[in-house]
């Protein structure tokens, strides 16, 4: 491919310096929040659906893969490069129109999902999905991994809430979902919610809002066992309430976190709890959680209804990721999930791997509906350490199927799992899969070899 090639293209776009070929100081975009790491050929930050969908046929025309990108933020390899690909930054795409009397937000996929968070709460509104980069991670992003969130339990994940999807398709053609195309026809935008970038370009979104819901009670309880923390996650589901929030830290996690800013209670856990309850419920759902973290054992508990003071003890959660890249020379996460049932399960395992191996493995997640992440962690970065986290997550994923569960639970399969996809699906299920790929992509340009394992 020739730099005359690009300038063709950079003649069409709306702002021609937004096609860039010399790299230096855009290495970010080599890579996502994983380890894999590729040189595009070039990158491109769209202004405009008109950009789009002149890249799209520039790539189509000159047979050239195109990758498109949000953040950054993915821990699957979703957005990395592949050899001769372009990279399509959506992050300028930024629209944000709020219609208070109909509760729909219309977005474009490079807005942080904590701008319309916080843009929504002054109309008394919300959209509920906050996965823990939200200070960070794009809408956009949200819709190809199928983000979940802190508040997942309660209110669901980001497919709760797109109402409709505006995407342009390798031939540059424009397709409306939902209700930019009067909901009528098949229901696409289902397709492509969760498709992670292989078969259409979104450029804009249209999310519902809910009434912002009133403050419940944070509650925080440490346990001296991970064992019983997690039988304590599964016993809270049990009892038929539906916090806002249940977020799990084993010992190490919290460790990290209280080691990056000091929280009180946090020395020498072997697990936290990390709770908001709904707000309609809140002393109810308190008596009920505090009876089953005592049955369960538990060594410390602190309750917040001030708002403030409430936002500090979620900070534990927040900045974990920020706390393990901090001391991680080298970190791998990965999330799966399984039945609540089966959740203390998961934890055992993942504390046994740990204790028998050279590496740091902690985990954490979205306890309330059975999402586990897990840090792979080397300290001192050495070589040897990349094929024992391989290992140990092999052991991992097979784990959580074994046990009923799905590979991920909202960090997308991209380049890191799409090895082990025959693990929870079979043959058939997978080749239509393809199909729907082909259909959309027929020269399976469209952020290629991501998800479907090499042949």
């Known amino acids: 491919m020739t730099t005359n090639n690009f300038d063709q293209l950079a003649q069409k776009l709306t702002k021609p ?68 690909g372009l990279v399509l930054s959506l992050e300028r795409l930024r629209k944000l129109d709020i219609d208070t009397k109909q509760k729909i937000a219309y977005v474009g996929p490079g807005l942080i999902t904590k701008e319309l968070v916080d843009a929504t709460a002054e109309f008394g509104l919300t959209y509920p999905p906050d996965p823990a980069s939200f200070e960070e991670s794009t809408i956009g992003g949200n819709v190809a991994e199928n ?25 540059g053609e424009i397709i409306n979902t939902g209700i930019y195309n009067d909901n009528e026809g098949f ?19 249209a999310v519902r809002l809910i009434p912002l819901p009133s403050l419940g009670n944070t509650i925080l309880v440490a346990f001296d066992s991970s064992k019983n923390a997690a039988q304590a996650v599964s016993d809270i589901n049990n009892s038929g309430i539906i916090l806002t929030i249940m977020e799990f830290l084993d010992g190490d996690a919290a460790a990290c976190s209280n080691q990056y800013e000091k929280n009180e209670g946090l020395d020498n856990v072997a697990a936290i709890l990390l709770m908001e309850t709904s707000d309609r419920e809140k002393e109810s759902q308190t008596s009920i959680i505090k009876k089953v973290c005592e049955h369960n054992l538990y060594s410390y508990m602190r309750t917040e209804n001030n708002p403030q003071k409430a936002q500090n003890l979620w900070k534990i959660r927040r900045n974990l990721s920020k706390a393990v890249t901090e001391i991680a020379a080298i970190r791998i996460s990965e ?24 590496l740091k493995i902690n985990s954490f997640g979205h306890a309330g509906d059975g999402n586990l992440h897990v840090n792979f962690i080397s300290i001192n970065g ?46 058939t299920t997978i080749s239509y899969m393809k199909k729907i790929k082909e259909i959309f992509d027929p020269l399976n340009l469209m952020n290629p070899d991501k998800i479907f394992p090499k042949n």
Not at 36 to 55: G, R
Not at 336 to 341: K, L
Not at 393 to 405: N, Q, S, V, Y
Request: proline content about 4%; hydrophobic content about 35%; aromatic content about 10%.
């Open 17 to 84: 310096d937004n096609l860039i070929t010399n790299f230096k100081g855009y290495e970010n975009y080599f890579h996502d929040a994983t380890t894999y790491e590729k040189q595009p050929s070039a990158l491109v930050f769209a202004e405009n659906e008109t950009d789009i969908i002149n890249v799209v046929n520039y790539c189509s025309k000159n047979n050239l893969p195109l990758i498109p990108r949000g953040a950054g933020t993915g821990l699957s390899g979703g957005c990395v490069p592949v050899d001769n």
């Open 147 to 171: 983000a979940g969130g802190l508040r997942c339990k309660r209110f669901g994940v980001t497919k709760d809430y797109i109402l409709g999807l505006k995407a342009v398709t390798i031939k």
């Open 187 to 205: 229901a696409w935008g289902d397709i492509f919610i969760g498709s992670e970038g292989t078969l259409v370009i979104i450029f804009e979104i």
């Open 335 to 358: 999330d799966v999930a399984v039945p609540n049932s089966k959740f203390p399960l998961l934890v055992e395992f993942v504390e046994n791997m740990n204790r028998a191996s050279s």
């Open 382 to 427: 050495d070589e040897k350490d990349y094929k024992s986290i391989e290992k140990n997550i092999e052991k991992l994923l097979k784990k959580a199927i074994e046990l009923g569960g799905t590979l991920t639970g909202e960090h997308g399969i991209g380049l890191a799992k799409r090895e082990f996809l025959p693990l929870e699906f079979d043959s």
